[in-house]
């Protein structure tokens, strides 16, 4: 089966690994709005994709035996206090490969080479972005307010209610400063949307990981109209800042609210983080879903999910709700 995941950072990697289990044709399509750490100075410094969730999804789906060796390689990140400190070194090879190739496509079609990667990994736009969200909670008297950027987004103290994304056009590029248009989806992205047989959304940081995947146009018209399987894999715990206090059914009603057309076939939760199953099970339906709950986490590892109870989880999603043919899983 052909299976597709968007996210970012760790969620995707979890997301990922489960998958890895089910199926060898996998692919990832990664948000690419980070402007953090090694790859938020990538992205300066050079005007190319932050490569950081790129580099971590590859490294979920790299072989085994042969890739293992590069994949530890890849993931590795300098010390010291020269200019390498904090930077991955798969961080700067996918740079230098955007560098060579000029296109990121075929820089991330090159690495996977390298890594035995047996699917693929694609970023959702091949123009780095920007989000943007209305907060409320910052402010005395209550008023929203607008912050910028992935990492402020993320961290922020406040409620995050909405966010929106733009593409930056460098500076140089309108003949004037930097300027903002419609963020543009990478087509590769899109193609292997429309010819999945099962797409996810899902586990990771709601608001600057999931969500952005819903405000590219065309790939959120993708998402809309594909005939694959749609699962949405729910947090383990909420995250401070981006979903602090939210249930499990908020997290569904924030993705309506962001795509009001999209339906989803299954939502996956743990058992131990969802206090009310009704109200979940009654969330999902209204998405035109099912929701799967069982035991996924990891034990003793806070907000981890477990990869071999995600992907039995996952099995039995795909088992309930396709009616497929002629389609199998491991």
Known sequence: MRAVALGGGHGLHATLTALRR?????????????????????RRELGLLPPGDLRK????????????RWA????????GSGALTGHAVGNLLLAGLFEVLGDPVAGLDEAARLLGVSGRVLPMSTDPLD???EV????????????????????????VRRITLHSVVP??????????????ACREAVDAVMSADAV?????????????HLLVPELHDALVKTTATKIVILNLVPQPGETAGFSPEQHLDVLFQHAP??????????????PTPARLRSAAAELGGRAHLASIATPGVVGRHDPDALAGCVRDALGATSAKEGLSWR
């Open 22 to 42: 089910l199926t060898d044709d996998v692919t990832a399509v990664v948000t690419v709005a980070d402007d953090g750490g090694s790859s938020g100075r990538l």
């Open 57 to 68: 999804a590859l490294g979920a789906l790299a072989a085994a035996d042969d890739g293992a």
């Open 72 to 79: 530890e390689v890849f993931q590795h990140r300098f010390g």
């Open 131 to 133: 989000i943007e969200a």
């Open 136 to 159: 409320t909670g910052l402010e005395p008297d209550g008023a929203v307010s607008r912050i910028r950027g992935q990492v402020a987004v993320a961290s922020t103290p406040g409620q």
């Open 171 to 184: 500076a140089g590029d309108t003949g004037a400063g930097a300027a903002v248009k419609p963020p543009q």
């Open 200 to 212: 996810f959304l899902g586990p990771g940081s709601w608001f600057t990981s999931v969500l952005p």
């Open 261 to 274: 057309r999209l339906g989803v076939d299954a939502v996956i939760a743990d058992s131990d983080s969802v």
